[in-house]
Nanobody, 117 residues
Framework: VQLQAYGGGLVQAGGSLRLSCVAS????????KGWFRQAPGKEREFVAA????????YYADSVKGRFTISRDNAKNLVYLQMNSLKPEDTAVYYC???????????WGQGTLVTVSS
């Protein structure tokens, strides 16, 4: 599975962004997908994950209620809708694939999200 995330940018606190991740490879629909992020000087951390069909979703406590993960298997896309963004959400966001609950077997290049106060 090859992954590429895009859609990052600069947004003011309270704003929204939607990240997308395009995947290629024959096994796209057979693995769970996820989003992780890494802020400057910090470890990479889990953000959200979604199961094969999309019925099972998991979120870090820090984003629960603000972020929504979804997938479109027909288009080989995974999304992360981010609302009510906070400065502490600033990080490079990576999409990933693998097994639940932490699909961290395959990684794509990240996309930078900067939230200004």
């Amino acid at each position: 599975v090859q992954l590429q995330a895009y859609g990052g940018g600069l947004v003011q606190a309270g704003g929204s962004l939607r990240l997308s991740c395009v995947a290629s490879g024959r096994t796209f629909s057979t693995v769970a997908k996820g989003w992780f992020r890494q802020a400057p000087g910090k470890e990479r951390e889990f953000v959200a994950a979604i199961g094969l069909i999309g019925g099972s979703t998991y979120y870090a406590d820090s984003v629960k209620g603000r972020f929504t993960i979804s997938r479109d298997n027909a288009k080989n896309l995974v999304y992360l809708q981010m609302n009510s963004l906070k400065p502490e959400d600033t990080a490079v966001y990576y999409c990933s694939a693998g097994q639940l609950p932490l699909p961290n077997t395959y990684w794509g290049q990240g996309t930078l999200v900067t939230v200004s106060s």
